[in-house]
């Protein structure tokens, strides 16, 4: 019975997000809704990885917990940090041991920055632990010669996903557990993947390699990614870091290239990012999620004029909300996500199969809805 109101109660607010009332009305609801539904439909946090994945501690659940702790500090809700703090407990036993984390690909240590939160919020020396366990994992991480890290041990290539995951822990890491030399770090491996991904568009490929240079295409989710370290990473670097002034630059360089390929019909971006109008090219969820974060967060940085970039955000929220489809049990799903690989030609981009409900994509929904509807 109490099963069958809960599901009553979110189909009540899915029908209030698409009924006419105003837009502030609606904005009150998508986020919030959805991360709720997300906790509830996923009670046990390490279910949150492909099925035939065995370690929760990788990139998915860490990318979830990351949405989470904004979707906590926007609201204030004890909720999302319960939730947070149930997924680190199940992975960090009383000793900070750590149960499955594995420093075999960059993926794995995006669950860190959760540990972080929790030893900012406890003063838990477990957390502490944890946390420097995985930053041990950089220690030995196989590297290039031009000093950037592999993707994994098993892939020899720069992604530019396998960037953020890495870098927006060891940023969180520098600042919450006194190691500032770990900043230069950061800033290496962002500048990095500038020289060897970056567009001068302000767009990034999805990745590199030593025998081929840089890939051709540019992939929605892959640049997201960057996106959201790109958003954040400020946060954590210090005003008077070197390199932070170019990463500074490269933030407007990459909003405007946004801009100028924003699908002008939708409001979204596609599988192809600089690609709008090529023939058989898709609206992607994921990665417009990210984007949106992206600009919305930087204008309220102040580095972006509110004038130019609102009305890139607004038609952005409203092509990602359409992305959001009730189903008959009254949870939000979302359309057309993709998570992938390099591919090796835009072809091959297009042609993957629009997937539902990606974790990723659940991510990405929930910063972008949520700076939307909940920042102030």
């Not at 967060?297 to 038609?315: F, K």
């Not at 996500?337 to 409900?357: D, N, T, V, W």
Request: hydrophobic share 40%; net charge negative.
């Amino acid at each position: 019975m109490k099963s069958k109101v809960y599901h009553l109660v979110l189909l009540g607010l899915a029908v209030l997000l698409c009924s006419g009332v105003s837009a502030q009305t609606r904005r009150q609801n998508w986020s919030e809704t959805t991360g709720r539904q997300f906790i509830h439909r996923y009670a046990d946090p390490d279910e949150i990885r492909w099925g035939t994945q065995d370690n929760s501690f990788t990139w998915q659940a860490g990318y979830v917990m990351f949405a989470m702790e904004h979707l906590w500090r926007w609201t204030g809700d004890e909720v999302y940090l319960d939730y947070i703090r149930k997924y680190v407990d199940q992975n960090v036993d009383e000793a900070g041991r750590l149960r499955q984390f594995t420093p075999e690909a960059l993926d794995n240590f995006l669950p860190g920055y959760a540990c972080l939160l929790l030893y900012e919020q406890t003063g838990e020396p477990r957390y502490a632990i944890a946390a420097e366990t995985i930053r041990r994992g950089f220690d030995l991480y196989p590297r290039f010669d031009n000093g950037m890290f592999w993707h994994s041990v098993r892939i020899r290539q720069v992604w530019v996903d396998g960037v953020f995951m890495g870098q927006i822990f060891l940023a969180r890491y520098a600042r919450t557990m006194g190691h500032p030399e770990d900043y230069a770090e950061v800033v290496r491996q962002m500048q990095g993947v500038m020289a060897l991904c970056g567009k001068d568009d302000g767009h990034f490929v999805h990745g590199w390699d030593e025998s081929r240079g840089a890939y051709p295409e540019v992939w929605s989710e892959g640049m997201g990614w960057l996106a959201v370290l790109w958003a954040d990473i400020f946060d954590y670097l210090p005003a008077d870091q070197p390199g932070r002034d170019a990463l500074l630059v490269q933030l407007r360089r990459m909003c405007a290239g946004l801009k100028a390929s924003q699908n002008p019909q939708s409001g979204m971006w596609c599988q192809v990012v600089d690609k709008p109008q090529a023939p058989g090219n898709w609206d992607e969820t994921s990665g417009t999620g990210m984007f949106l974060y992206l600009i919305r967060r930087s204008i309220e940085r102040g580095v972006l004029p509110e004038a130019e970039y609102r009305p890139v955000a607004e038609r952005a929220y409203a092509g990602l909300v359409r992305k959001a489809v009730v189903n008959t049990d009254g949870f939000v799903n979302l359309l057309d996500c993709s998570s992938i690989g390099i591919k090796k030609s835009y072809e091959e981009y297009i042609a993957q199969p629009r997937e539902i409900s990606t974790f990723a994509a659940y991510g990405s929904f929930l910063l972008g809805t949520g700076i939307m509807e909940l920042s102030r």
